[in-house]
């Protein structure tokens, strides 16, 4: 009885959660609605860094050792040698997931498995199973040397990064006409022991650029479950965070809180380079500007400047302006003059009180179609 009014108020909840259709007339289509966490945050600090960049070792399996082994039968004492092959070792592949996001997960130290020995009564050794370790796509895999030589740009896509070493051979494999009681075996081989750069290159779908204190973590913070430090102070974020903006259609959306740019940042100053390379891996660039400061399209006309000095192509991918602070006095008329000074859409949004967020987040997912259709 309380199991199925259980059921039933969980369907109801269900029901009120599940969104209406909303059709536009752009697209006529429907536009999934982005699903936002009610769960309250957590308070412990879980400080967790995005690792977008890693050095790695990676030691494939050796091989199992063969077998010197003659049998004894009851009827046969000299039954001839049995001993049988070692198992291959396995190898390490990196292979290219969607499911995962960053190279956090990834370990320094990379090893397969060793194969098992030979026995005797002919039994060969098991064959160790290869270790897969996903990566995001859009990895890159370099030498030491800077050369790449994987680019896991595809789902399901490998590289196999070191190959386990091969079996050694048996005693009974040594048999010939000549030799009926061979006392030889092999030892497996080593593994391959390499080690390379992993890189990710696409970091996330959507990237926030914005000079500091514009309230671009503000707005993370908002739309994610992600929880970057928001202070009133330039430069509190010094390091990229993600968060992942979840649909009803289980479309996930990785965004990326950059650092704040500056002026002259493509020559190094500020946070410098480092960070317009973070937006070069972003698909969409959106650019967060405070309309509570005086003229702000003089401070979206410096993020472009400073897009385009550090790559044109990275200045010419899609964009869209979020006017932050809107529930601020003095935006009301910076907004107006904001649309009247740019030829980019502008979305008015208050990341703190979390005015226009929504209309914010189907704008996104727009955006992320119209991508995911053109590539
Ligand atoms: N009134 C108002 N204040 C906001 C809004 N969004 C952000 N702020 C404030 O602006 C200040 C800076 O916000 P952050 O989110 O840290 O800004 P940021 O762009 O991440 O800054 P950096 O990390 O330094 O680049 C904080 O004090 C926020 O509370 C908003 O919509 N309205
Ligand atoms: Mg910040």
Redesign the pocket.
């Known amino acids: 009885m309380l199991s199925s009014v259980l059921v039933n108020v969980t369907r109801r909840l269900l029901l009120a959660q599940s969104s209406p259709l909303i059709e536009t007339a752009r697209f006529s289509r429907r536009i999934a609605v982005a699903l936002r966490s009610k769960k309250a945050k957590s308070v412990n600090p879980t400080t967790q860094y995005f690792v977008d960049c890693k050095h790695v070792r990676v030691t494939g399996g050796k091989g199992g050792d063969g077998c010197i082994s003659f049998l004894r039968l009851w009827c046969n004492e000299n039954a001839g040698p049995d001993g049988g092959d070692g198992g291959n070792g396995g190898h390490v592949v990196f292979q290219a997931c969607s499911d995962v996001k960053d190279l956090n997960h990834v370990t320094t130290l990379l090893g397969a498995d060793n194969g098992d020995n030979g026995r005797n009564k002919d039994c060969h050794g098991k064959n160790a199973n290869h270790t897969v370790i996903k990566v995001p796509l859009g990895t890159i895999v370099k030498t030491d040397s800077g050369k790449i030589v994987g680019d896991l740009d595809a789902d399901g896509t490998m590289f196999v990064a070191a190959r386990g070493g091969a079996g050694g051979k048996g005693n009974h494999f040594f048999i010939s006409d000549l030799e009926q009681a061979p006392q030889v075996a092999e030892f497996g081989a080593s593994g391959e022991n390499k080690s390379y750069f992993l890189e990710l290159r696409s970091m996330a779908h959507v990237g926030f650029i914005?000079?500091?204190?514009?309230?671009?973590?503000?707005?993370l913070r908002a739309i994610t479950r992600a929880r970057?430090?928001?202070?009133?102070?330039?430069?509190?974020?010094l390091k990229p965070h993600l968060g992942m903006v979840q649909y009803d259609d289980y479309e996930q959306i990785a965004v990326a809180?950059l650092?704040?740019l500056i002026p002259d940042s493509h020559k190094n100053k500020g946070l410098g380079i480092q960070f317009l390379k973070h937006a070069e891996r972003c698909n969409v660039l959106l650019f967060?500007i405070d309309v509570?400061l005086e003229e702000p399209w003089n401070h979206y006309n410096t993020l472009v400047h400073e897009l385009s000095m550090f790559s044109e192509e990275l200045a010419s991918r899609p964009r869209v302006i979020i006017a932050?602070?809107?529930?601020?006095p003095e935006a009301e008329k910076n907004i107006q003059l904001l649309e009247h000074h740019v030829d980019v859409p502008v979305i008015p949004?208050?990341?703190?009180?979390g005015t226009n967020i929504e209309e914010l987040l189907k704008e996104i997912r727009v955006i992320y179609d119209g991508m995911k259709k053109n590539s």
């Not at 970057?228 to 974020?237: G, H, S, W």
């Not at 932050?324 to 601020?328: E, F, H, S």
């Not at 949004?349 to 009180?353: L, M, N, R």
């Open positions: 914005g000079l500091p204190n514009a309230g671009k973590s503000t707005l970057p430090k928001v202070a009133a102070y330039p430069f509190t974020t809180d650092p704040g967060v509570s932050n602070k809107i529930d601020l949004i208050s990341a703190k009180i």
